[in-house]
């Protein structure tokens, strides 16, 4: 896609939005990952909109993604939460990834908060376990910021020093402690999947650095850090990788697992947007 068309959309798509969200601006943003129907801040004034119905939006494929778009008001900001994401293993392009952030960089979003189900990398960090990003590998062999550059969206070499916030982090630990829920930072390592890592890639990936792996989270991050937005990245340990726990994985029992610790990260989430850090 050429970079005009990409502006065009993207121009065409927030437009079409805030003709239908008027009395909202959002500044905040929420990504929601698996298994977190439930672990959303319940915004007031609420309006869906599901993906099928938005401009240059497809529908999401996988098991425990709405597909919608929620604005709302939450402790005096407003908020959107996309319940939902887009992957690479979909078969979309990955540049194609970073077009929901520009969208929403479009409404006015400031700060995106990143949630995901991630498998943990090392024995210490347990299924249940919450990590705070600190950094990621970007292992799936592509950029999404490839091949539809415009100044329209910032820097074509953006620098990624800190991609997740210091002060967001610090202020995330601090209250994932006051709710006693086990929490540490960490590394995301992002792969493409949708098949799960081998012991011999899962025993590569620690020596690299890596805390977990996951298959999202990484180009969504870049777009917004080229757009200038603060990022957390708060993820959900949902099972250990191949090779530290001999059981099998299946996605339901992400799913399941995502019901027992989407309480605490709902007020997590609703004590990180009231704090300071996201005014």
């Not at 979909?90 to 995106?112: D, Q, T, Y």
Request: a positive charge; one cysteine or more.
């Amino acid at each position: 896609m050429r970079s005009s068309d990409t502006v065009s959309k993207v121009s065409t798509t927030a437009a079409w939005l805030k003709a239908r969200t008027k009395r909202f601006r959002p500044s905040v943003a929420i990504i929601a990952g698996s298994g977190l129907a439930t672990a959303l801040p319940e915004l007031t004034n609420a309006v869906s909109i599901p993906y099928s119905r938005i401009p240059n939006f497809p529908r999401t494929t996988v098991q425990g993604h709405k597909g919608e778009l929620v604005f709302g008001r939450l402790h005096g900001k407003d908020v959107v939460i996309m319940r939902g994401r887009f992957h690479y293993y979909e078969g979309h392009r990955l540049n194609f990834i970073a077009f929901p952030v520009r969208v929403l960089s479009s409404l006015g979003v400031k700060a995106l908060i990143v949630t995901a189900a991630v498998g943990s990398l090392k024995p210490s960090i347990r299924p249940g376990d919450f990590l705070i990003l600190k950094d990621h590998i970007n292992f799936m062999g592509a950029n999404p910021l490839m091949g539809n550059y415009d100044r329209f969206f910032g820097a074509m070499f953006p620098d990624m020093n800190e991609p997740y916030d210091a002060a967001l982090r610090r202020e995330a630990l601090r209250i994932a402690r006051g709710l006693k829920v086990r929490a540490a930072e960490g590394v995301y390592l992002a792969v493409t999947g949708p098949s799960y890592e081998t012991p011999a890639e899962v025993r590569a990936y620690r020596m690299l650095g890596g805390s977990v792996a996951g298959m999202s989270v990484v180009p969504e991050v870049i777009a917004a850090r080229q757009l200038g937005m603060k990022v957390l990245g708060v993820c959900w340990i949902s099972n250990f990788t191949s090779g530290i726990s001999t059981e099998t994985l299946e996605h339901e029992d992400v799913l399941r697992l995502g019901e027992k610790v989407s309480v605490k990260m709902k007020a997590l989430l609703e004590k990180v947007i009231s704090s300071g850090e996201l005014s």
